[in-house]
């Protein structure tokens, strides 16, 4: 960790702000940009240049040494942008990743291309998704299940945050034959999910980062990481559902191989490093086809 005498020593005249940053960044290596979004966040005062107080500048070493350990920035922030607009984000529910913005992408083209009236999803986590599709799509009803009582409670934030009445989330297994999936799906449905998919003996190969900041609940897939698609895929076709969803970047080849054993018409489409990121799964029986 660093240490603030340390810091100073290399600063010549009095540690104002920018003077820090300056040598944050080039003693240190982080970026400018972090520096500021932390600083203005930490200190009210910092556009008026008064020095840092000393509560403002031992909480600015505590967030270097959280950025050194190679943890994301955003928790420090507390929000992130998806889908041009900010969301709460918190320590315990998935941090949503860049990709899954083209999952909502790819959900509003369907939305647009075929009569759907309702997006059901597994797996609310922060919202994102869900809240994302709601507001882009005021005409249709969505509703979003998560497991975890703290996605939920955050979920419910970030709705506050965003007041749509066309969404609303559910703490439950989607599963759950009383209160999942059945409860508001209608024959126009579409199915959105990104679901846990890592293989369970893979989570002790993932980041240290992600192992302690995301929960295995978010993350863990079972044995071979495709227990929800299995279970979403029979759910698809039980009500010739449309199905979206994200996909690990070595999935591609195991849901075409699933997507054989049920009469799915499947699209996989890939991320912008050009691996397998999402599948379009469309019952070969359903009205859409
Ligand atoms: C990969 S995270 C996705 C979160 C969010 N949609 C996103 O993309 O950032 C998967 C989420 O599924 C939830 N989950 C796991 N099993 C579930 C179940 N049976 N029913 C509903 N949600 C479940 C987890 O708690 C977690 O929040």
């Known amino acids: 960790m660093i240490k603030w005498n340390d810091l100073v020593s290399s600063i010549k005249n009095q540690p104002t702000w920018n003077a820090l940053i300056q040598a944050l960044h080039t003693t240190y290596g982080v970026p400018r ?24 500048r031992k909480r600015l070493l505590k967030a270097i040494s959280w950025l050194q350990q ?27 990743r860049v990709e899954t913005e083209w999952l909502v992408d790819l959900a509003c083209q369907f939305i647009r291309q075929y009569p759907i009236d309702t997006v059901i999803e597994l797996g609310a986590g922060s919202g994102v998704i869900g809240l994302s599709l709601a507001l882009e799509n005021p005409h249709i009803q969505v509703a979003a299940w998560d497991i975890s009582q703290r996605a939920i409670a955050l979920t419910k934030q970030n709705h506050s945050r965003h007041p749509c009445s066309n969404f609303q989330c559910l703490l439950g297994s989607f599963f759950h034959p009383q209160t999942g999936y059945e409860q508001v ?22 980041s240290d980062s992600v192992q302690q900041l995301d ?47 049920i009469p799915f018409m499947l699209d996989i489409k890939p991320d912008l490093a050009g691996h397998d990121r999402f599948a379009i799964l469309i019952p070969k029986n359903s009205n859409l086809t």
């Open 70 to 96: 190679g943890h994301p920035i955003d928790y420090l922030l507390g929000e992130i942008v998806f889908y041009n607009r900010s969301f709460y984000i918190q320590r315990g529910v998935l941090l949503p």
């Open 33 to 56: 940009r972090s520096l500021i979004q932390l600083i203005t966040r930490l200190s009210p005062h910092y556009c008026q240049g008064s020095p840092p107080t000393f509560n403002e």
């Open 185 to 206: 799906c209608t024959p126009n449905t579409l199915i959105v999910s990104n679901p846990p998919y890592i293989p369970t003996h893979d989570l002790p190969h993932l």
């Open 215 to 261: 929960p295995k609940q978010a993350l863990d897939g079972k044995q071979d990481g495709l227990f929800f698609y299995k279970k979403l895929m029979a759910i698809a076709n039980r009500h010739q559902l449309p199905l979206l969803c994200e996909i690990g970047f070595n999935q591609g080849d195991a849901i075409r191989h699933l997507a054989t054993s």
